[in-house]
């Protein structure tokens, strides 16, 4: 069965090269966009790359639970999840769309009448994804669940074209100073896992909704930095799961429909 669960795979870190070449070194989209009157007609597709990316951070960065998570994560995260589609990569259809969103966009810019402005917005998600298939998504702030408070953060997409939903996971390690873009349920090449789901639960299916997520005990040393998983409850067979990283994870406990939780190393208090 598909997952709408999307895997990520790359380890994002904060020492990365910010932006678009030479736009890179602005992290707020209102001093970017006052720059406008000094930007080539070759540095146009950079330059609103960078202004959508930006105002979309930003946007992120007014909801409550979001306060505490650095700008510049929230920026990663949204360049993770809206690529940049070069011109060369447009068909002639999408490179007309984009001409005639740019006209929308300079009238705005040299007016400098950017504030709250829905159909800039509309013209700038045309400019930057004109084929509506490569990035089309939106990502509902009021959406977004906290599923470990300023750590692990689950963020609901849909594409706009096709309608699929998808659902990122965001991890914010304190300890490194760093975050990820992660996928909570293993990946089947952890072999060990998998061998051990299947000595418990040989049918065992994960749910396509999002699970719970709980730290471990803060008294314990040897369990404090575990992140325990439980997939979402669909009153049949159901697991817990450990991970410190999010790469490699150890079943905890495990569940048959109707039964008592049984444990597989110790059982999850």
């Not at 990365?16 to 209102?30: C, D, E, I, V, W």
């Not at 009157?37 to 960065?61: F, G, I, M, P």
């Not at 990502?139 to 750590?151: A, F, G, H, T």
């Not at 569940?255 to 208090?269: C, H, L, S, Y």
Request: aromatic share 16%.
């Amino acid at each position: 069965m598909r997952r709408n669960i999307t895997i990520f795979f790359a380890l994002l870190s904060i020492s990365f090269a910010f932006g678009q070449g030479k736009f890179g070194k602005y992290l707020n989209s209102k001093k970017l966009a006052l720059t406008y009157k000094t930007v080539k007609d070759n540095e146009k597709e950079d330059y609103y790359q960078q202004y959508y990316w930006l105002v979309k951070a930003e946007q992120l960065k007014t909801y409550p639970h979001l306060q505490d998570v650095k700008p510049i994560v929230l920026y990663e995260f949204v360049k993770k999840v809206n690529p940049q589609n070069p011109t060369k990569k447009l068909d002639d259809r999408g490179k007309e769309l984009r001409n005639t969103a740019e006209l929308s966009l300079n009238q705005y810019f040299k007016n400098k009448n950017f504030q709250n402005n829905a159909v800039l917005m509309y013209n700038l998600e045309t400019y930057v994804d004109p084929s509506q298939g490569e990035y089309f998504t939106k990502v509902d702030p009021e959406k977004i669940k906290e599923l470990v408070p300023k750590e692990l953060f689950a963020f609901n997409s849909l594409n706009k074209k096709t309608m699929e939903e998808k659902t990122y996971y965001l991890w914010i390690d304190k300890k490194k100073d760093d975050f990820s873009i992660v996928d909570i349920i293993p990946s089947e090449d952890d072999k060990k896992f998998y061998a051990s789901l299947k000595q418990y639960l040989p049918s065992y299916k994960f749910s396509k909704y999002v699970p719970s997520v709980k730290k471990g005990t803060k008294t314990d040393k040897t369990d404090i930095d575990y992140y325990y998983i439980m997939p979402f409850e669909q009153n049949t067979d159901n697991i817990e799961y450990k991970t410190k990283d999010f790469k490699t994870y150890t079943l905890s406990q495990y569940r048959k429909a109707g039964d008592e939780w049984k444990g597989v190393e110790k059982t999850k208090k």
